[in-house]
């Protein structure tokens, strides 16, 4: 049995979204951020590193949401990881999630969480301004990605559920989404599949906190 550690509405949901996908059976728990019980002792033991995701196996725990994605898709090879059997796809795919957690995510975290970067009060501000304007250039070339399917290619996969998180993400930082017609368009082709209803549900989120 899979064991499966996530705080609701982080970047933790796309590998959620992906264990949801696969059917694949596991117990999920869910570790608050707002209330720090990523650096409880208990969870720790889990993950050092004090972030989610994390995925207890029965052979060892993995970390980060692209080894997740990969263990996931050599495990179960459903849609919402990593495609397999084609190479150029699955390297595709991990380019974009690649993109996805050390470009783009760090923008946001330098919006939401200054304080990662630097201990000088004096400087945040000017952190979150940084990573703000990062975030525009950003979104604009993540609209440009999307198109009528998927970002990959034919098959749903994880870098569409990274999409749809930074989607909501950039919603309640109050961004103009009005700009991104395609990124919202491949945001509700996302949130419309049945395995991400049960996700979200499972988090406590809701499909209008995506719109």
Known sequence: MLTFYYSPGACSLVSHIALAEAEAPHDAVSVSLA?????????????????????????????????????????????????????????????????????????????FRPGRFSPDDAVHQAISDGGRAALVSHFTELDDLCGEGWLAGEQFTAADSYAAVFYRWALRSKFDMSVYPRWAALTRRVIERPAVVRSLEQEGLTAAEFA
């Open 35 to 111: 209330k720090g019980e990523q650096h409880a002792d208990e969870f720790l033991r889990i993950n050092p590193h004090a972030r989610v995701p994390a995925l207890v196996t029965d052979v060892g725990t993995v970390t980060e949401n692209i080894a997740i994605l990969n263990y996931l898709a050599d495990r179960f090879g459903a849609d919402g990881s990593v495609p397999r059997g084609d190479p150029y796809r699955a390297a595709r795919c991990n380019q974009l999630l690649s993109w996805c957690s050390s470009t783009v995510h760090v923008a946001f975290a330098q919006l």
